[in-house]
């Protein structure tokens, strides 16, 4: 039997969020900090723990008009890449756990996705639209490596010859390339990449368990020389830590084919004012409440902001010179700003 041993707030290294906030649904109080879990003697590091669900529906309809997306399908709920400012985090404590730790430490795994989305596809009420993969979490994420919930969807997506769209930062989007290329073949893919800076070191505190800056860009290579149309998501943007880079990475995106980039500007929601505002003075003590200050001169004095319009570009001199940053860039190295149209007359049932 291993030793257990209690360790008091540590940094975990490999994590993104340092708490893990009370979950509002529950009655009980517990500790936010870290000093009551407990880790084996000769691993000190949070183990990273995967529970198989079975839920009814896997395809969810997207109300917010302002995402770019009408249908989204998440093949896992928690994220093992850790991002701090994940919005999606929020969503956590709907399944009873924290947005904090327990978001990128607890990763439940739809395994019937496959199976309902086929059923969803087959219904006699639905209409062909793009559905999006990864509307709240990476359906590439590590789990992914070993259950192939993403690789099974996409088959589906390709039998049934119907539109998808991929949002990941991972390069285990690789492995499925023979599917992508089908699917690109008939105009039933767009994918895009998330990178919001070209600063590696940064991205190991921001973004832990992602893969890193270099093998992104590269992945951005390989995936518009194999033909598929590539966008790139710079977000989100947090002034005072990422956004004195903006054209060195539109530069650096376009020179690897990239079709277009757009951009969204961080808020902080529900429990991430407390877990990034953490995770911030941790992380860049010297610059935190600086840091903080920007970001809410982007939301009219506050960390967050629920305005459909302004939610994701902001409002306010700091968020103007970001978004101009990001007009003159794509000017600058010819990036398309059209949205990618998918095929929609093709759908087999």
Known sequence: MRNRIKIKKIFIQGRGAQIN????FENRSKSKELDEIWFDEDLPVLKTRLVNTNPKTIVNKVDSPDTGMEYSLNPYQGCEHGCVYCYARNTHT???YSSGTDFETTILAKVNAAELLEKKLTSKSWKPYPIMLSGNTDCYQPAEKKLQLTRKLLQV???YKHPVGIVTKNTLILRDLDILKELNKLNLISIAISINTLDDKLRQKLEPRASSIQKRLSLIDKLTTAGLPVTVLAAPIIPGLNDHDIFNLVKEVASLGARRISHIVLRLNGDLPEIFSDWLDKSY???????????AEMHKGKLGNSVYGERMKGTGIISDMIDQQFKMAKRLYLLDNEPFEYNLSLIHI
């Open 157 to 159: 997506f390709l039998d």
């Open 21 to 24: 906030p009370d979950n509002p």
């Open 94 to 96: 709907y399944w009873g």
């Open 285 to 295: 003590p010297d610059r935190a409440k600086k840091v903080l200050n920007k970001i």
